[in-house]
C-alpha cells in the first residue's frame, strides 16, 4: 500500500514556473513508476509525465515536452514535477500516482494508487 501527498499548487502567471512535490509512505517507493496527471474542469483526466523506478527514464506528453521535468528522489520518497513557462491551458488540478506493475504508461487505468491532487491555477 502507497499513500500519496501532492504539495506545491497555487496561482501562478502565465510564464512563471512552480515545482509540485508527492512525498509517498511505505518503504517500497523505489520500485514505483511514478506518473503525473492533470484534469481540468470538464475534461478528462490527462497524462502529463512518467518516471521510472531508478528515475533513468521519463516519458512526457507532447503538450508539455521541453516545458515540465518529472525527477524523484528515492531517499525522500518524492517525486518531483517542475512547471516552466506555464500557459493558462495547464490550469488544471494535477495528480501523482504509483504504478507497480508496468513500465512508463500513459495511460491511467495503469497506475493503482493516486494521490489526493493539487490545484495549479495559471492567470494571464
Known amino acids: 500500500q502507497v499513500q500519496l501527498v501532492e504539495s506545491g499548487g497555487g496561482l501562478v502567471q502565465a510564464g512563471g514556473s512552480v515545482r509540485l512535490s508527492c512525498a509517498a509512505s511505505?518503504?517500497?517507493?523505489?520500485?514505483?513508476?511514478m506518473g503525473w496527471f492533470r484534469q481540468a474542469p470538464g475534461k478528462e483526466r490527462q497524462f502529463v509525465a512518467a518516471?521510472?523506478?531508478?528515475?533513468?527514464?521519463?516519458t512526457y506528453a507532447d503538450s508539455v515536452k521541453g516545458r515540465f521535468t518529472i525527477s524523484r528522489d528515492n531517499a525522500k520518497n518524492t517525486v518531483y514535477l517542475q512547471m516552466n513557462s506555464l500557459k493558462l491551458e495547464d490550469t488544471a488540478v494535477y495528480y501523482c500516482?504509483?504504478?507497480?506493475?508496468?513500465?512508463?504508461?500513459?495511460?491511467?487505468?495503469?497506475?493503482?494508487?493516486w494521490g489526493q491532487g493539487t490545484q495549479v491555477t495559471v492567470s494571464s
Open positions: 518516471i521510472s523506478w531508478s528515475g533513468s527514464g521519463t
Open positions: 511505505g518503504r517500497t517507493f523505489s520500485t514505483y513508476v
Open positions: 500516482a504509483a504504478n507497480s506493475r508496468y513500465g512508463l504508461e500513459l495511460s491511467a487505468m495503469r497506475y493503482e494508487y
